[in-house]
Nanobody
Framework: VQLQASGGGLVQPGGSLRLSCTASGFSLGYYAVAWFRRAPGKEREAVSGIASGTGNKYYADSVRGRFAISRDDAKDTVYLQMSDLNFDDAAIYYC?????????????????????WGQGTQVTVSS
């Protein structure tokens, strides 16, 4: 039973990447999922979240309009399409869920709610 984050890499400023978060051993489609990131020397911060069922989507102000979260429940996968990347987006990106909640609503960003995490995928932004 695990979450596997993938899709990170090296990108130039202004470039794009798509991250994937795939579950194995359980059906991710029942649960809310969020992406967090941690840059060197900084706290882990919430980036985006997506609910199950309603498909409600949530974004941090810093990424709204540039990032898009989506899910393919048939593949037990949540995606994070990142566009117009800048140096501040460089971080390790993690996906998380709690395998209990379908939609956190406005509280989606609270890290303490999530107790099941993927291993992280590195995003590097460099010219």
């Amino acid at each position: 039973v695990q979450l596997q984050a993938s899709g990170g890499g090296l990108v130039q400023p202004g470039g794009s990447l798509r991250l994937s978060c795939t579950a194995s051993g359980f059906s991710l489609g029942y649960y809310a999922v969020a992406w967090f990131r941690r840059a060197p020397g900084k706290e882990r911060e919430a980036v985006s979240g997506i609910a199950s069922g309603t498909g409600n989507k949530y974004y941090a102000d810093s990424v709204r309009g540039r990032f898009a979260i989506s899910r393919d429940d048939a593949k037990d996968t949540v995606y994070l399409q990142m566009s117009d990347l800048n140096f501040d987006d460089a971080a390790i990106y993690y996906c998380a869920t709690d395998r209990k909640t379908a939609d956190y609503g406005p509280a989606w960003y609270r890290r303490s709610q999530y107790d099941f995490w993927g291993q992280g995928t590195q995003v590097t932004v460099s010219s």
